[in-house]
């Protein structure tokens, strides 16, 4: 059975994009721990952040990249973590999170409660 995020690339579940490529894709984290916490994910299914081929996760860097740049200009914060986690999706992602402190990266950390609204005016800023 395809993982939630390759239903999410299918369009099968919606979600609010960010960027795509072709191979590729970024959308906002629907529990966000901060405004414009966005995932990125390789289109092709791979569990394992480590077991991408070595080109899939060097463009992969430089995808999440220019994600970031747009994250950190338009949030303001002083630093975009990248953070590789997550036992619960079988697929491979990053998290880019907005940081002003080391705490705004904080998994344990109540998530933001945003509206479709919000969701749509970030989405939209970070295109």
Do not use: W
Request: charge should be negative; hydrophobic fraction near 45%; proline fraction near 3%.
């Amino acid at each position: 059975m395809a993982s939630i995020f390759s239903r999410i690339i299918a369009g099968e579940i919606p979600c609010y994009k960010v960027a795509e490529n072709e191979k590729f894709f970024a959308f906002l984290d629907i529990a966000p721990l901060a405004k414009g916490h966005t995932l990125v994910v390789p289109k092709r299914e791979v569990d394992y952040f480590f077991d991408l081929e070595d080109d899939e996760l060097s463009e992969m860097i430089v995808f999440a990249k220019q994600i970031a740049k747009k994250i950190k200009a338009t949030t303001g914060c002083k630093k975009v973590a990248t953070v590789v986690l997550g036992l619960e999706v079988a697929h491979a992602h990053i998290h880019l999170v907005p940081m002003n402190t080391e705490n705004d990266v904080d998994f344990k950390r109540e998530k933001l409660n945003l509206t479709q609204e919000e969701f749509v005016e970030i989405a939209n800023s970070l295109q």
